[in-house]
């Protein structure tokens, strides 16, 4: 099989020797061309195509029967590793920006009832005592919406005491 059909498969063996030899027959076997072995990493490159190679001795006491050799290219594992962490970024970012939708209308909804309130006491002190201040919140701003529609009752109330004496 060509190195193409072969990338992204998972090349296991079992071969006399380390892993290194067992790289290089099987390269041998394909008519792929490899360079050298870098050791610290164990990475491998076979044809232009690097290749993370782990492996295990295989023994019976001390007699060395073998080793068990794996590989994986090393662009799998890249690519596995980026879909790995856009999808953590993905499944990270979508609650962020849900709380912040979130946290916008509700900062909406509070400045909407704020600017209500101002201009129903700016109505009151301008005079304008006929329309109801109703807010209908279980909050501060519902306790002040009362308190604001009381206290116009009463100014309406004493207004209306005022006109009665003044006849």
Do not use: C, W
């Amino acid at each position: 099989p060509s190195l193409e059909a072969l990338a992204g498969e998972i090349y296991t063996g079992v071969r006399q020797r380390a892993s290194g030899a067992m790289a290089r027959a099987f390269a041998e076997q394909h008519g792929i061309a490899m360079g050298p072995i870098d050791p610290p990493s164990r990475l491998i490159d076979l044809a232009g195509t690097r290749i993370e190679v782990a492996s295990h001795a295989v023994q019976r006491g001390d007699q060395v029967l073998g080793a068990v050799v794996i590989g994986i290219a090393d662009e799998v594992v890249v690519e596995r590793v980026r879909t790995l962490l856009f999808n953590t970024v993905a499944l990270s970012v979508l609650p962020v920006l849900l709380a912040i939708v979130i946290a916008i209308a509700l900062a909406r909804s509070q400045t909407r009832n704020v600017l209500y309130l101002t201009k129903a006491a700016e109505q009151m002190s301008r005079g304008d005592l006929e329309k109801s201040v109703l807010l209908t919140t279980n909050d501060e701003l519902g306790e002040l919406s009362r308190a604001l529609e009381r206290m116009r009752i009463s100014l309406q109330e004493s207004l209306e005491r005022l006109r009665r004496r003044r006849r």
